[in-house]
């Protein structure tokens, strides 16, 4: 930016000089003395200086690079490949519609729409929890009872077991031997395992 205003006035004092002071003088044309003096300093070097490479550097060579990068190459950098990294905006394939809630989620995932109901209700189980057993350490199995469900069990289904009972009626996804647990049982052998499934789901 300095050069090129340097270089403007430059050229505005040569005209200067030819188009006034030359009729005045009425002599030879005169030297540029007006550009010398506005010229910068570098540019008064002799001719015959020796070329340097380090008063161009400065003592430093910036990197640049050696050879072209092909074609192919670029376009790699700009478009991926189809079965590497594809950097294209593709219509997705993998969505599927929930068939309870009708939200949009990706295929082999739980439903966001969904399970966001899973983890309210969670969050108001460990809230009750919480509420009722405090933070001590839990030593027995917990037996979650929802509202008018305490008759439907018999004694030994309580037996070992801290009852937290939920004062609002069981959600229709919650099923009843949700969080009963599964794998070998203690009454059979270990060679035999019980397959558990919800039931009672709305």
Not at 99 to 121: D, F, M, Q, T, W
Request: with cysteine; net charge positive; hydrophobic share 35%.
């Amino acid at each position: 930016m300095a050069g090129h205003l340097l270089k403007c006035v430059a050229d505005a004092l040569v005209k200067f000089e030819y188009v006034y002071l030359t009729p005045l003088l009425r002599g030879p044309p005169t030297p540029q003395w007006i550009p010398l003096i506005v010229q910068p300093h570098q540019q008064l070097i002799e001719k015959d200086a020796t070329f340097d490479i380090n008063s161009i550097f400065d003592g430093f060579l910036w990197g640049v690079p050696t050879c072209r990068r092909t074609t192919e190459k670029r376009m790699m950098r700009k478009y991926g490949a189809p079965n590497w990294h594809n950097k294209l905006i593709l219509p997705r394939k993998d969505i599927k519609s929930c068939g309870i809630c009708g939200h949009n989620h990706e295929a082999n995932r739980l439903c966001p729409n969904c399970y966001s109901k899973v983890k309210a209700e969670t969050t108001v189980l460990q809230e009750k929890m919480v509420q009722e057993l405090g933070l001590d350490p839990i030593d027995k199995e917990i037996a979650i009872v929802y509202q008018g469900e305490i008759n439907q069990f018999n004694d030994e289904f309580f037996k070992d077991k801290k009852i937290v009972e939920m004062e609002r009626s069981r959600p229709k996804w919650f099923s009843k031997n949700l969080l009963q647990k599964s794998g070998p049982n203690s009454d059979l052998s270990n060679s035999e395992i019980t397959a558990i499934k919800p039931h009672d789901l709305g």
